[in-house]
């Protein structure tokens, strides 16, 4: 079992920036590739950003790239996601996730587990 715990959201605006964390407690946090996903009111669930357990692969939404970074410090079990330039649009209950031995994939049902999120607010 590994238990996430997502922080760091908030209101900002446009052009802004912020840091989001998730810290991972249970098995070995190093054995998982990490994800960020997020929700938007009315819609459904879409992939961010992931990388992989050994941190050498990284994946990113089209939307998100250039302005989005996922980075993971296995000796504090956390990952983050620093998000610069932020948009409207990307307004969001952020949600990381964790994918057993995974190469930071798309795909959200390849995650085992995951937080309960954080929200993010950007306002223009």
């Known amino acids: 079992q590994v238990q996430l715990v997502e922080s760091g959201g908030g209101l900002v605006q446009a052009g802004d920036s912020l840091r989001l964390s998730c810290v991972a407690s249970?098995?070995?946090?190093?054995?998982?590739?990490m994800g960020w996903f997020r929700q938007a009111p009315g819609k459904e669930r879409e992939f961010v950003a992931g990388i992989a357990y050994n941190s050498r692969v990284t994946n990113y939404a089209n939307s998100v790239k250039g302005r989005f970074t996922i980075s993971r410090g296995n000796t504090k079990n956390t990952v983050y996601l620093q998000m610069n330039s932020l948009k409207p649009e990307d307004t969001a209950v952020y949600y990381c996730?964790?994918?057993?031995w995974g190469a930071g994939s798309a795909s959200a049902t390849l995650y085992d587990y995951w937080g309960q999120g954080t929200q993010v607010t950007v306002n223009s």
């Open positions: 249970g098995r070995a946090f190093g054995s998982y590739a």
């Open positions: 996730a964790a994918d057993d």
